[in-house]
């Protein structure tokens, strides 16, 4: 039976994902890097400046489907050299992730009409936190 060609059943059709959409590679991170510094990396602090973040991209991010929230954390870690699960060990709300509700856009003064608001539905907050708690695991 060892030697006999099978047809192998693979998880991969299930979990493939399709490319973001969103544009992760050129977004200004600042919004995180600026107040989420080492080595203490207030939890406070930095769990508002990723929400204040991610909340606008909540429904991608959200959306298991794609490869959006892996994209994102990548690119967060790259730019804030952010050590591995930082935000999913400090960052908790609840069961099903970060709530993108009461959310404070500080930049919303300086931004143009064309970035993207934060989102206030509670589906899609609940589904934000557990992408993001999925992506802390991976990194860990």
């Known amino acids: 039976d060892e030697f006999d060609p099978q047809v192998a059943t693979s998880r991969a059709l299930l979990q493939a994902r399709t490319t973001c959409k969103e544009d992760f590679a050129n977004q200004n991170y600042t919004i995180i890097t600026s107040r989420c510094k080492g080595p203490d990396y207030p939890a ?44 999913a060990n400090m960052c908790k709300e609840g069961l099903q992730g970060l709530a993108c509700t009461n959310v404070t856009d500080s930049a919303s003064s300086t931004s143009s009409d064309s970035i993207p608001r934060a989102s206030t539905t509670t589906a899609a907050s609940l589904a934000l936190l557990s992408m993001f708690l999925l992506l802390c695991l991976l990194f860990i």
């Not at 991209?57 to 954390?73: G, L, P, R, V």
């Open 44 to 87: 406070k602090v930095c769990c508002s400046a990723i929400k204040e973040f991610a909340c606008p991209f909540a429904e991608a991010i959200d959306d298991e489907k794609n490869d959006c929230a892996s994209t994102m954390f990548s690119y967060i870690t790259r730019y804030g050299r952010y050590p591995p699960g930082i935000f």
